[in-house]
């Protein structure tokens, strides 16, 4: 740990919507607004971690691997509230998987289906909802179809594991309701927030009946959560709730 004076400048504002982001890319990128919302510069975080200047570069800014020790030298250097052990968590889960589905070896880029495209519109519970622990919500997207090709029997895949300590808990699949071109999709995720004080993000992307998704360049689509986990969050507006349970079986 620094014996250095840390200064905190807010928290660092999440990158927009429908970027053309990796799970690595984002996680780099959020470490990156925390050294810098603490004033600490790429040398004097290297040297407290005792690694070299050039490999924190590339995890910032070029998507490298980042390890677990990092990540959490950065948690506790920067009080990220979980939210960067959380991103670590998608980032790993995202390398199994790859793994499993591709044998080990490297997947194989598939391009997008010419003609499909999709825009964003809006969300609910945005991004930095304050809420209590366990709560059980909704989230609301709705993305437009822009493209000249239907979706039929997409759905959106959650990225990383889909509960754990710090974790928003979520099903596998979000369903994606048939949607022709021009026309506008609304998809409603059930989730429940962390059982503890902390900042959480998920993340889910579309992929069609077979399971590759539907935007795997970079038109790739990707929608997220992020909330803040507080047990006293009074003066806030609670989000949507929902009842019943969540099925993190599939």
Not at 98 to 122: H, K, Q, S, Y
Not at 177 to 202: F, H, Q, R
Request: glycine residues 8%.
């Amino acid at each position: 740990m620094s014996n250095s004076k840390k200064t905190r400048r807010g928290r660092p504002q999440k990158p927009t919507h429908l970027v053309a982001r990796q799970p690595a890319t984002v996680l780099g990128w959020t470490m990156r607004q925390f050294r810098e919302s603490a004033i600490w510069t790429v040398t004097q975080t290297a040297k407290q971690f005792a690694c070299s200047p050039s490999y924190i570069t590339r995890v910032e800014l070029h998507g490298a691997p980042a390890t677990r020790e990092l990540v959490q030298f950065y948690e506790e250097s920067f009080d990220a509230d979980g939210l960067l052990l959380s991103l670590f968590a998608v980032v790993e889960h995202a390398g199994q998987q790859n793994r499993r589905r591709f044998g080990g070896r490297r997947p194989r880029l598939v391009p997008a289906v010419p003609g499909d495209a999709t825009a964003f519109i809006d969300d609910t519970v945005p991004h930095g909802t304050l809420m209590l622990p366990g709560l059980r919500f909704a989230k609301t997207w709705r993305i437009r179809n822009v493209g000249s090709v239907p979706w039929r029997d997409r759905r959106l895949e959650r990225q990383g594991p889909l509960t754990g300590p710090g974790l928003i808990t979520s099903e596998r699949y979000v369903a994606i309701p048939d949607t022709e071109p021009g026309e506008i999709a609304k998809i409603v995720a059930e989730l429940k927030a962390p059982t503890y004080d902390c900042a959480s993000i998920a993340y889910f992307k579309m992929v069609d009946m077979n399971g590759l998704l539907s935007f795997p360049d970079e038109h790739q689509l990707g929608l997220d959560v992020l909330v803040l986990v507080r047990r006293n969050t009074d003066g806030f507006q609670d989000p949507p709730e929902v009842e019943g349970q969540i099925d993190t079986s599939g």
